[in-house]
């Protein structure tokens, strides 16, 4: 472990009251990103500002998982490795706690801006006070990243397939997965009272509960996404199961269904986050329904769901509840992701099937009914499955950190360690 840093503009984000610009940007850059499917230098420039616009808002997962795709495919795209860096200092603040290799890798994205001959005057110059600030603060630390690098990539080689690919597609929970893979990324060791971070507060093994049902759902929905799209794992024995051929186009085999099930288990997943943020803050009825996109800001305002939106604004200062509430709104009926809450319903309450085409033939108009049959393409589902696994990976995380935040003693309060036994 490190000692904390303080930079006061590594990270700052507005409140849940006067979030409306930077949500506006955001999904201006979603929609960007929509209609440029390219992997060009146009594409890296819009994800780097979507991962930017996503920092801001506290979204710090989702933001180090932008910066790194568009690196995986261009290493030397300058902005990412800038502003990656700054995001690696924003994980401090969120997350109350820091490593040396955090700040290695932080480091390492100012060296490379700052001799980078296609960066701005003002950018090299931003990143070489960066740099240096960082070094002082490393001491000795500052010249081992090099030598350490060889021994952290063989040890992110010594995991398991399964590992390799929850690291590389961002569906992790391990915090120092975040910036990592090496050893200490190999469990998802996520929980509100981490190693050496004090916190203190009745509510604490009541959230830790809640994050237990959150890991052990995401762990299942992440291994039937792995078992459906990884011919090597299983058998899924198809040959036990007849089907009538209607000539419609649905594509039905275990490996669809896994599919159904783990994308259906992230939007629970996402409700149960909303349970814990009004648990954390005291701001439902014990008989309230609760919908991760719409309990905000309720239609029927009743008890203290009248007051709920009023009640979280006060605790704008905690950037990962407004990172949970820039996310909400992706999946409200306005977002740029409100087809995930689209599908669940039909998957749920009515009829989607998966099929290889967008619109088959249906030769026994077996798809016409009272209920609107809707057909998505397997490829589609399965892509939209893993960005949903990486949407609710994030929640996860926003979740966690909110939690920590409300529960970190006073500075004149002193708080105690929380150490919990692992099952």
């Known amino acids: 472990m490190c000692s904390p840093i303080c930079i006061p503009d590594a990270f700052t984000t507005p409140g849940l009251s006067d979030h409306e610009l930077l949500l506006a940007a955001k999904n201006h850059y979603w929609k960007a990103l929509k209609l440029h499917p390219d992997d060009d230098n146009f594409a890296h420039q819009l994800r780097t500002n979507l991962g930017t616009t996503l920092r801001k808002s506290g979204r710090i997962a989702e933001a180090l998982a932008a910066y ?12 990412a490795h800038f502003q990656r860096g700054f995001a690696l200092l924003a994980l401090e603040r969120l997350s109350g706690t820091v490593s040396t290799t955090q700040l290695q890798r932080a480091r390492t994205d100012y060296v490379f801006v700052a001799h980078a001959a296609d960066a701005a005057p003002g950018v090299r110059e931003s990143a070489e006070k960066m740099r240096k600030y960082l070094t002082k603060h490393l001491g000795n630390k500052a010249g081992s990243a090099a030598e350490q690098q060889d021994t952290l990539d063989e040890e992110a080689r010594q995991h398991s397939a399964y590992r390799q690919f929850t690291l590389l597609h961002h569906v992790g929970l391990a915090e120092h997965g975040l910036y990592c893979h090496c050893n200490g990324a190999r469990r998802d060791d996520l929980m509100v009272a981490a190693h050496r971070t004090p916190v ?3 509510h604490i093994p009541r959230c830790e509960l809640i994050l237990n049902r ?9 291994l039937l996404y792995y078992e459906a799209t990884h011919d090597h794992v299983w058998n899924p024995h198809d040959e036990e199961i007849t089907y009538a051929d209607l000539f419609e186009g649905e594509q039905l085999s275990m490996r669809t269904e896994l599919l159904r099930t783990s994308f259906r288990l992230c939007l629970g997943i996402l409700d149960k986050i909303a349970h814990g943020i009004c648990e954390l803050y005291d701001v439902a009825e014990h008989h309230e ?6 309990f905000w800001r309720p239609a029927a305002r009743k008890g203290k769901a009248s007051t709920r939106w009023d009640t979280l604004a006060t605790k704008s200062k905690n950037p990962s509840l407004v990172a949970l509430y820039s996310q909400a709104t992706d999946l409200a009926s306005a977002g740029e992701w409100a087809l995930f809450k689209a599908w669940r319903n039909d998957l749920e309450h009515r009829f989607l099937i998966l099929t290889r085409q967008p619109a088959p033939s249906d030769l026994l108009k077996a798809r016409e009914g009272t209920f609107a049959t809707r057909c ?12 949903l696994l990486q949407f609710t990976r994030s929640a996860i995380f926003n979740f966690t950190y909110c939690v920590r935040a409300e529960s970190r003693a006073d500075e004149d309060e002193p708080g105690f360690m929380m150490t919990l036994l692992h099952k």
């Open 289 to 294: 329904r609760l919908y991760f996109e719409s």
């Open 68 to 79: 790194d795709d568009v690196l995986a495919s261009d290493p030397s795209f300058t902005m």
């Open 214 to 222: 959150l890991k052990a759902e995401f762990g299942t929905a992440r």
């Open 376 to 387: 998505v393409p397997v490829k589609e589902f399965t892509n939209r499955t893993l960005h």
């Open 200 to 202: 203190t507060g009745d």
